[in-house]
C-alpha cells in the first residue's frame, strides 16, 4: 500500500522531467561505461603481462645461411652453438637457455600466424634463423651484461632485447588505458552535477506536494524517498546500458585481440562479471548518495 | 496565554500584527526566541525534529488560497493527505466521503479544482484538513478570497467540525464573522497580544 504510493510519486517524478532523465541515463551508462572499460583494458593487459614474465627476454639470433650480418660466415656450426649455450649458462644473471633449431622456429613461426598466411607464404624454413631463447634471473636489469658477452661472438646473428620491445607495446596500452580512465572519470563529475540538477528540479516541480506532505505530518523518510529512488532507478537504467556496452567492448573489441596471440589472453567471465558489478556499485552509490546530499541542500523538512 | 481543547478562538489584528506567525509558531514552521510553546502537552522546543511530522498529523490547516494539488479530483485531493502518512486504502475509502460530505462536496468527488468555485475549493480543503480527525484545526484567513455571503457557509462548516471536538484557531480580517459569530477574540497588534475577550467581536483592529 505505501510502497505503492512511493512507487507512483516515483513514476510521476521520473516522467515530468523526462527529458532530464534521459539525459541523466545516457551520462551515466557512458562514463560507467568508459570506466569499465578502462577496467577491462588494465585487466587485459595484465593477462598479456603474466604471460610473457614466463617466457624469453632475450633472444639470441645465430647465424644461418642466408645471413645478412659480415660477422657471419655462413650457418652457425654446432661446435660454436654449444660453446656460445654454455658461456651464457656459466653467467649468474642467466636462469636458463634453451636452444631453438631452424625446424622448430619454422613450426612456431607458422603457428604464430595461422590466421594470417600472407606471413607464412614469403617466407621458408630456411629463412628463420636458430636461436638461444635466455631467460634472465632479474628480467630487464642484465640485458647488457648478458648481451654484450655475446654480440660480436662467433656464430652470432643478432641480439635482440624481448622485453624492449614489449615495453614500447605496453607503454602505448598504458597511455591507452588512462586516457580512457581520465575521460571517464570527467564524465563521471559530469554524471554527479546532473544526478544533483536532476533531483533539485524534481524536488523544485514537486514543491506543491511536499510542501502539503509536511504540513499534513508525513515523516522526512516518505518525502525524500522517491526522489531517493528517482536518482537511484535512473543510475541503475544508466548501469543497465553500461553492462550492455561493456559486453559489446568484451566481445567485440576485446577477444578479437585473441589473434594476435598464440596462447590465451583472453579475459574469463569472472572479470567481466567483476567489472560490470564494480560500475553498478560505482553507479548506486554515486546516484543515491548525490541525491540525499542534494535533497538536503534543496528539499526543506 | 493558553487556548483549551474544543475552543473557537479568533486571531485578529492589522497585517503584519503577528497573526500568521502565531499559527505557525503552533506548526514548529518557525522556533520561537524565547517562551515556551505547548501543543497538545508536547513542549515544542524538546521536540526532536523526527518527531515533529507525527505532531503535525494532529493539527489540520486551512490558507487562504486553499493549497489544492491542481492535477489531483477533489477525492484526490483530500485522499493524498491520508496517503502519505500511510493509511491504509481501504480506510481512504470509507473516509474520504464521510469526510466529504460533512463539508457539503458529496457529489463533487471527481472534479478538477479548477472546475470548482472559490467557495467549494475552500471546503476541500477544509476537507483535507479534516479528514484525519485532528486536535486542532488551524485556518489562516481562510475567507481571504470568497466573497462574504459564501464566508458564512465556510464559517458554518468550521462551526461544524468545532462540534465535533476539534480545537479551531482563526486567523481573520473578516469583522462581520467575527462579530456574528461571538467566539474568543485574541487581538493582536505588533506582534503582542493586547485583547484576549470570550464573545468578542472584532473591534477597532483593521
Request: proline share 3%.
Amino acid at each position: 500500500m505505501r510502497s505503492n504510493f512511493v512507487f507512483q510519486e516515483i513514476w510521476v517524478g521520473l516522467r515530468r522531467n523526462l527529458t532530464m532523465t534521459v539525459a541523466l541515463v545516457v551520462v551515466v551508462a557512458i562514463s560507467l561505461s568508459l570506466l569499465g572499460t578502462g577496467l577491462l583494458f588494465v585487466k587485459q593487459v595484465d593477462s598479456t603481462r603474466t604471460y610473457w614474465q614466463s617466457k624469453v627476454e632475450i633472444s639470441v639470433y645465430l647465424c644461418y645461411a642466408d645471413s645478412a650480418n659480415p660477422n657471419c660466415h655462413g650457418a652457425v656450426t654446432t661446435a660454436q652453438t654449444t660453446s656460445l649455450e654454455s658461456r651464457l649458462k656459466s653467467m649468474p644473471q642467466v636462469q636458463n637457455v634453451t636452444y631453438v633449431s631452424q625446424t622448430q622456429a619454422w613450426a612456431l613461426y607458422k603457428q604464430a600466424f595461422t590466421n594470417d598466411q600472407s606471413y607464412v607464404s614469403t617466407l621458408k624454413e630456411t629463412d628463420m634463423p636458430p636461436s638461444l631463447e635466455v631467460k634472465l634471473v632479474n628480467p630487464g636489469a642484465d640485458y647488457n651484461i648478458v648481451a654484450s658477452a655475446v654480440t660480436g661472438a662467433q656464430g652470432v646473428d643478432s641480439v635482440i632485447d624481448e622485453m624492449n620491445i614489449l615495453d614500447k607495446f605496453y607503454r602505448l596500452l598504458d597511455g591507452l588505458r588512462n586516457a580512457v580512465v581520465i575521460v571517464a572519470l570527467i564524465l563521471v563529475v559530469a554524471a554527479i552535477l546532473l544526478v544533483a540538477n536532476t533531483i533539485r528540479l524534481s524536488a523544485f516541480n514537486r514543491r506543491r506536494e511536499t510542501g502539503i506532505m509536511r504540513l499534513v505530518g508525513a515523516s522526512n523518510f516518505y518525502i525524500q524517498l522517491p526522489f531517493l529512488l528517482e536518482g537511484v532507478i535512473a543510475g541503475l537504467l544508466g548501469w543497465v546500458l553500461a553492462a550492455a556496452l561493456l559486453i559489446g567492448v568484451k566481445s567485440l573489441l576485446l577477444n578479437n585481440l585473441q589473434q594476435y596471440f598464440n596462447y590465451n589472453v583472453g579475459l574469463t567471465m569472472t572479470d567481466l562479471v567483476e567489472v560490470i558489478v564494480m560500475a553498478m556499485v560505482v553507479g548506486v552509490a554515486l546516484c543515491g548518495v548525490t541525491s540525499f546530499l542534494t535533497l538536503r541542500r534543496y528539499l526543506r523538512v | 496565554m493558553t487556548i483549551n481543547k474544543g475552543e473557537f478562538v479568533f486571531l485578529v489584528g492589522p497585517s503584519g500584527s503577528g497573526k500568521s506567525s502565531f499559527l505557525r509558531l503552533i506548526l514548529r514552521e518557525e522556533r520561537p526566541n524565547d517562551g515556551r510553546i505547548l501543543v497538545a502537552g508536547n513542549d515544542l522546543a524538546r521536540l526532536t525534529n523526527w518527531k515533529v511530522p507525527a505532531m503535525r498529523r494532529k493539527i489540520g490547516c486551512v490558507f487562504q488560497d486553499f493549497r489544492l494539488l491542481p492535477n489531483k479530483t477533489v477525492e484526490q485531493n483530500v485522499a493524498f493527505a491520508l496517503e502519505v502518512i500511510g493509511k491504509p486504502r481501504r480506510f481512504i475509502k470509507r473516509v474520504v466521503p464521510e469526510v466529504l460530505d460533512l463539508v457539503g462536496l458529496d457529489g463533487k468527488h471527481d472534479r478538477m479544482p479548477d472546475e470548482l468555485s472559490g467557495g467549494e475549493q475552500q471546503r476541500v480543503a477544509m476537507a483535507r484538513a479534516f479528514v484525519n480527525r485532528p486536535m486542532i484545526l488551524l485556518a489562516d484567513e481562510p475567507t481571504g478570497n470568497i466573497d462574504p455571503a459564501t464566508s458564512i457557509g465556510i464559517m458554518k462548516v468550521l462551526d461544524r467540525i468545532n462540534r465535533t471536538g476539534t480545537t479551531v484557531v482563526m486567523a481573520t480580517h473578516d469583522a462581520a464573522i467575527v462579530d456574528s459569530m461571538r467566539k474568543r477574540v485574541i487581538e493582536l497588534e505588533y506582534g503582542k497580544v493586547v485583547r484576549d475577550q470570550n464573545r468578542g467581536v472584532y473591534g477597532q483592529a483593521y
